[in-house]
């Protein structure tokens, strides 16, 4: 039972922290369900409902259980956006949990006691990307044509720069030095992760792209292939050669996918990259 309850307080802990009002109905909402089975539940039920009835203020009290209770696969919900949640990333060593939203916002959590250590505002207003290095120090943000980089730790900015256009997907590379933008306007850019230079530019596609996949290799050659429901399983070469041609970057391959194809990635698309004899410029 002293499970049951500290394990209801975990899941109503982001309610209780904005409004520590809230306590009583959170646990009536979520313990009515146990009442029968446990008898202290139910004392504690009790006095809940007498907090509730002795307030002054217009409160929702439940009369059921209608909140999701502890036990289930719901730990806990994490508040901290005013808008949509737009990408969540985990740090390799499960410290922190990162969000971002179209509030502007990237919010950096401790996921052993889920406080929030940062709010880390954008310059510009919408929709956000995100992005982590591989070594877990640097936290990377988008929102408009805006990029920023924040130290994780200390939720400092290290560099800002402007992408020449707004962005729509982040990636990395594997040792975290550079940043790959890719925007609204087809293009692809690669920049210095801390010095903020732009290094590179890939152009070659129409509409925007919605995802980006840096891949770290010591081999030059590569064979991709696109397995979906409409093409039968056969290689569309139109896109084979317009990725074997993105694909160098110094010793990092870029895999730039227009938003046409990125959303056919699920369910429909699986995409493949083995060696093979296709030499990119």
């Not at 949509?84 to 502007?104: C, L, P, Q, Y």
């Not at 950096?108 to 591989?134: E, F, I, Q, R």
């Not at 290689?235 to 010793?251: P, Y």
Request: glycine residues 6%; contains cysteine.
């Amino acid at each position: 039972m002293t499970r049951l309850i500290c394990d209801t307080l975990i899941l109503a802990s982001s309610n209780i922290k904005h409004d520590v009002d809230c306590l009583a109905t959170q646990l009536l909402g979520r313990l009515l369900a146990f009442r029968e089975q446990f008898p202290r539940i139910d004392g504690l039920i009790t006095q809940c409902y007498r907090w509730c009835y002795a307030q002054q203020s217009p409160l929702f009290i439940p009369q059921s259980a209608c909140l999701i209770s502890a036990g289930g696969p719901l730990k806990t919900n994490l508040r901290g956006h005013e808008q949509r949640v737009n990408e969540i990333a985990v740090t390799n060593d499960d410290k922190f949990i990162v969000t971002s939203g179209e509030d502007s916002r990237i919010n950096v959590w401790n996921s052993t006691n889920l406080d929030c250590l940062h709010t880390l505002k954008m310059v510009d207003m919408g929709p956000s990307c995100l992005a982590l290095t591989p070594d877990d120090n640097y936290v990377i943000g988008s929102a408009k044509s805006s990029v920023e980089v924040w130290d994780i730790d200390s939720g400092e900015v290290v560099q800002r720069f402007d992408n020449d256009g707004v962005v729509t997907c982040l990636a990395t590379t594997s040792d975290g030095a550079r940043v790959v933008t890719g925007g609204e306007d087809g293009v692809a850019r690669v920049w210095h992760t801390v010095s903020g230079e732009k290094e590179k530019t890939l152009s070659g596609h129409e509409g925007k792209l919605a995802l980006i996949v840096v891949l770290n290799t010591g081999k030059k050659s590569y064979k991709i292939q696109f397995y979906d429901d409409f093409a039968n399983g056969e290689i569309r070469s139109d896109v084979l050669a317009k990725l074997c041609e993105l694909l160098t970057l110094s010793k990092f391959y870029y895999v730039v996918i227009p938003s046409s194809f990125a959303q056919l990635l699920h369910p429909f698309l699986l995409l493949r990259i083995t060696t093979t004899n296709c030499n990119s410029s």
